[in-house]
Structures are given as C-alpha cells and as structure tokens.
C-alpha cells in the first residue's frame, strides 16, 4: 500500500504552472516530470488505479445499489439507534436540495471514482511518450482506459451527468469543471472501451486478476445495453463466448472466490482483488452484511475464525423476503446464496435472519478477509446476450444462452418469446446475480422504479416486522420512507463547494 500511496503523490506532486525555471524539477524528487520513465513506473501506476475499486465494492456500491433496491435492507436496532446515512439509501429517503446532497455515502462513492479517474489520466497523459516494449505498453494503456471507463460508468449511472475530467489537473482552477451530459460520458465511456479492447490480452495471456480484452467487451455490452443499442451490445460480446476463455463453473457455489483460493476462476470475467493478512489488502464486507447483534460463538459459525468477536449495531445488506420469493422452487441458488443465522439477543420472536451466504467463506483472521468480489461473470455474459438477442427478436438463440444458466442449476429448460421471454430474462438476472450489486441498476435501466420499488416501499410500510423490525412500540419505518424516487443520486455536497458549476 505505501507504494501505491507513493504513486498517487507522484502522480499529483509538483504540477503547478509558474515560471519555466522553477519547473525543472530536481532529479532526486518524486514528481510526474521523473517517476514515469519505466516500464515498472507503469506498472505501480495501474496498480494504483485498481486500489480505490477495494474501497469501492467493500464498503459503499452495495449501500448504493444492492440495497437501493428490493434485494436486501436493514435489520433494525433499536438499541444502536439510527444509521440515517445508510438507511435513507434503503429506505430512497435520500435527502437533498437544490440538487445536492449531504449523505456521505455519496460522496465517497464520488470520490474513489475519481480517484481512480485522476490516476488514470496521469498514465494516459504520459504513456505514448515512454520507451519500453510496445505490448507492455499496450497492456498498462488498456488497464488504465479501461478503469477510467469503469468508473465514468459507475459515475454516469449514479448521477447522470458529471463532470468529465480527461487530462491530469495541474491547478486548482482545472479541478472545477462544467457537468457534461449523460450523452457525452457514454460517448467518451464508449471510446475509451474501443480503444481497450485490441489493446489488452486474452484472459489466458493476461496477469491474474488484471483486465483482460474480455473483461473490456463485457463492459462495452453493459454500457451498450444500457443504451439499448442491442446489436452493438451482441456484436461486442459475441468473441467472449466464442472465445474459449470461459466457461460456467461445474456448481454454483464454485463460481465464487474462497479465502485464498479459487479465485479468478474459469467463470470470472473481472473480480476485485482482496488478500486476508495485514499488508492492508484485505477486506471485510461479510461482516458488514451480518444481522446484529451476534454473539461470538454465534458469529464463528459463519466466519469460522479462531478468535471471534461479538458484533454489535445495525445489521445491512439482509436479503429480504422479496428476493427469498424470488426463487424458483428446486433452484439451487437460493440455498448457495442465502443462509440463516439465529440471533440469541435479537429483540425478534423466532430470533433469526437470513444474511448473503455466497460470500461467507471460512478465513483465520476475525474482520480480515480475502475472499475476491465479482464484477463480472460469465453467467452475465450469457445473460447480456440472451437480452441483446430477444431485443432483437432473435428468441431461439437468446433462449439457448438463458437456459445455459439455468440448466447449471438444475432448473428445466424454458421456452417462449418476445417480452415475456424479456421478462424471464430480467427475473433471471434477479437471482443468478443477486447481492452482486445488479439489481438497482437492472430496475433503473428499464425504467421499472415505479413499477418494482413503490410497491416494495408499501409493503415494508405494511409488514416492518417482515421486514426485519423488532415488535417494540414505536419500532417502525420512518415517515419519510420511499419519499425520494429519482433514477439518479444529487451530487455530493461537499463536492459542490468546491466548484460553481453545481
């Protein structure tokens, strides 16, 4: 970590503009103008771009996504009191005005995206200038267009238009910039994806755990699909799945990364990389999901550490009953990915709460762990496919790619077509990709919020003891809840301070 915190200050040190004789820069400093001459230089540079995804996926996209949606919510304590950042997200009682917002959750989210945008800028501003081995260079590009784009994509669906950085900035002035369009952060998510894709390796030629060219037209199809440019989306993938590089792994469960092993596995396109251990690249998210509180001996039947520790406060991310229904009966998914865990100091009467099994894998160290978090699979793949060919009103071979998925399960083949198929499609989406940080999105795109989430917010209002409250007086959900619907987020306050453009 102190390597990429040094790369980060190369990358922002001495970039002032003033007279040209205080420019030179002495060679014994760190600065943009000496660290990126080499191939190594490089090369910690990318590393330094991928490093804001651990922060990203352990503790903010599933705030912001899994449970800004009917998959999962919060489970209530009373005891601990409220968590209002956290629960306006699932509760879409994000407050805001004049388009802003206070919720920090937000902001970070804003900020590691950025992080990763400003890193990345340095490598592409300097590396068609520097002298080593052409596919090297070809490699550390593709990275770095790659994870720009990755995060305008991040960006571009939390909050529409952003601002659109595309050079390192060398002054305070440069760091406020307008607010593009959507359109145009798709366009340049769009070029920056194109470029990738002849640049980076094969999946069986490249690093372990880096981006691959497969990787690069898995994200092009999502960002196609979320254009709804269906035949681009199909076109972009349709070498994955010739490709060879990939294929479904023998069991469900097995798709996921262990501790220390199995991962970037055969049915990983792109997952974000994690090392239990003290070298701070570990990370912790299964403990941020868990029902609370949980006693020690309670908790190491899930962790199975060797020195447990009890755990208090609200607990997050818990898979609620709409999703629990959303299984089909025989689906062998449900039970890989969602266990129950029995809660002796919950205020509850039957005292237990289901939480996302599919990443609790036993590790040694408690609130350390090294399991790998997956953005891409390859059962997306087959499923972006079968979307991108329904929408084209090509059902048979959209059918073929749906029921891949489904028979890896265990679940009969189905048949149909045109929406209907569609809709099998989007259900299946639902439950072979669930607590993967999809399901907002999913409903976003196709314009379903008024559709999935009013009825969802009626029925926590309804049922809140189903919905994970406790039966105490005044144990319920908040006047405000499902109060604010937007397809995007208001832009981060703090952020707005530092700019006049919002």
């Known amino acids: 970590m102190k390597k990429y915190i040094i790369v980060l200050l190369a990358a922002t040190m001495g970039l002032t503009s003033c007279d040209d004789f205080l420019t030179v820069v002495p060679e014994t400093q760190l600065s943009s103008a000496t660290f990126f001459k080499t191939e190594t230089d490089f090369v910690q540079a990318v590393n330094a771009a991928y490093v804001p995804l651990r922060s990203i996926v352990n503790d903010r996209a599933w705030k912001l996504s899994e449970m800004h949606s009917d998959n999962t919510y919060y489970a209530r304590n009373v005891l601990f009191g409220a968590v209002d950042p956290q629960e306006d997200l699932a509760d879409f009682s994000v407050p805001e005005a004049n388009g802003v917002t206070a919720n920090g959750n937000v902001l970070e989210q804003w900020r590691q995206d950025y992080l990763i945008i400003s890193r990345t800028n340095q490598i592409l501003a300097l590396i068609d200038d520097a002298t080593f081995a ?12 790659f994870l720009r784009a990755y995060a305008y994509f991040e960006l571009v669906r939390y909050f529409g238009g952003v601002p659109l950085h595309l050079a390192p900035v060398a002054t305070r002035e440069e760091a406020a910039l307008p607010l593009s369009t959507e ?4 366009a340049q998510i769009v070029q920056d994806l194109q470029a990738a894709v002849p640049l980076l390796p094969l999946k069986s030629k490249q690093q372990a755990g880096r981006i691959t060219s497969g990787a690069a037209r898995t994200l092009l199809a999502n960002v196609f699909i979320n254009l709804k440019q269906w035949g681009d989306a199909e076109s972009i993938l349709r070498p994955v799945v010739t490709s060879g590089e990939y ?14 092993s199995n991962k970037n596995n055969a049915e990983s396109v792109f997952e974000v990389q994690f090392i239990e251990g003290a070298a701070g690249l570990n990370g912790n998210f299964i403990y941020q999901f868990l ?18 520790q009890p755990i208090d406060g609200e607990g997050n991310n818990i898979p609620t009953p709409d999703i629990i229904a959303a299984y089909e009966d025989g689906d ?10 029995f809660a002796s100091n919950s205020f509850r009467d ?6 996302i099994k599919k990443y609790a894998k036993k590790h040694s160290q408690n609130g350390n762990t090294g399991t790998n978090w997956p953005i891409y699979r390859y059962a997306e793949v087959l499923l972006f496919m079968a979307e991108a060919l ?14 891949q998925v489904r028979d890896r399960v265990d679940l009969d083949p189905v048949s149909g077509s045109g929406d209907a198929l569609g809709e099998m499609i989007f259900k299946e989406r639902r439950v072979e990709l669930a607590f993967e940080n999809k ?6 795109r196709t314009d379903r919020i008024q559709e999935i989430i009013v009825p969802y917010g009626k029925r926590i209002v309804a049922n809140p003891l189903d919905y994970y409250y406790p039966p105490l007086e005044g144990a319920v959900p908040r006047p405000n809840v499902f109060s604010n619907l937007n397809k995007f987020y208001a832009l981060p306050a703090d952020e707005s301070a530092l700019t006049p453009y919002f």
């Open 134 to 145: 052409q596919a090297s260079k070809d490699n550390v590009k593709g990275q770095a267009l």
């Open 291 to 308: 029902p609370r509180p949980l006693l020690a001996s309670e908790l190491v039947t899930i962790t199975g550490t060797s020195n447990p």
């Open 183 to 186: 359109a145009e952060v798709y």
């Open 332 to 341: 062998l998914r449900e039970e890989a990915s969602i266990g129950y865990i």
């Open 247 to 260: 294929m479904l792994m023998p069991s469900y469960e097995m798709a996921f990364s262990d501790n220390n």
């Open 350 to 355: 039957n005292k237990t709460y289901p939480y």
């Open 439 to 444: 399901r907002w999105f999913d409903i976003q």
């Open 390 to 403: 329904n929408e084209q009103g090509k059902d048979s071979e959209a059918l073929a790619f749906l029921n």
